[in-house]
């Protein structure tokens, strides 16, 4: 199951701990996962997704793959990436109108072949299914990746990214307690759910939440517990989710998704000047600043190690500049 995948990545990502940050808090240790630099146009979390979607949509004989997202969709970005590794067409359904000027993630997939339609007020491919049909008119036999990458199938990458981990902290003797990432549209945040059951790594989750809005009507937890679900079927568990098996910190999203305040500013800033490495502004900034917070009022217990898994963004920088620095 965690075999059926394509290579399209560079992993194991690397497993820093963080010395100079770890100094300003005395009582964790806090160490980052790298998945910032899993290649595809410059990184992040849906790489490791898309290498089990993908090796489907070649299963199945798929000549286009179609998937939506925001215009500074980083799933988007790395699914016309991968599309132009293997040559498989890539059409992406962005929200909003088209903008006069082409920047960020939305400049990369253009430079990447994609072929761009704006979908308005929708941005979670509400309207991927029309699109299709109107492809498949034109003779496409089309792979259909939903928002975010997020089903089981994506999940699987996340599985995987569990045993890539436990490696790692088996071979360098280190526990860790807690995991702080970015959750948005649940596949990751599922896939190390059954990864760490799979493969009994005694590590507690904090998911950040980033978007207050729900997916097709799903909130979150939801979407998370119906991937489980396919997953528990998969290993032929018996397991049953429900939304309240779903841990999620919603303390940070107040504002909405993709609106940059002190928050994100805050922590893009401190972990750029004390460690040299570059958090985006939509999900990174948020999930960091959020372990900061939990971190300063000790919210988790004290003496435990701390790993913030970073999922990519790097190109949003460009787009949010001003509202940045
Ligand atoms: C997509 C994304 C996430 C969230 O992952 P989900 O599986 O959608 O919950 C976090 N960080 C970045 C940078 C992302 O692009």
Redesign the pocket.
Known sequence: MVQNKIDLGFFPTPVQYLNRLSQEFPDYSIYIKRDDNTGLASG???TR?LEYLLKQALDEQCNAVITAGAQQ???CRQTAAACAMIGLECHLLLGGNEPTKYDGNLLLCKMLGATISFTGENRKGETIADYKKSLETKKRKCFVIPY???NIT?ALG?VNAVKELKAQLIGNNLQIDYIF?????????AGLMLGLELYGLNTKLVPIN?DKSETNGIPLEEVVANILNDGAKLLNSSKNYGPHNIPLNKDYDSAGYGVVTDNERYSIKELAVKEGILL?P???GR?FYGMLDCLQNKRIKTNSNVLFWH???LPAIFKYAEEIV
Do not use: L, P
């Open positions: 992040g979390n849906k997704k969709s980083n799933h975010g990458g997020s994506g996340f990432f970015a959750s948005s549209s649940g596949g990751m945040q980033i985006d939509v999900y990174t999930a999922t990519g963004g």
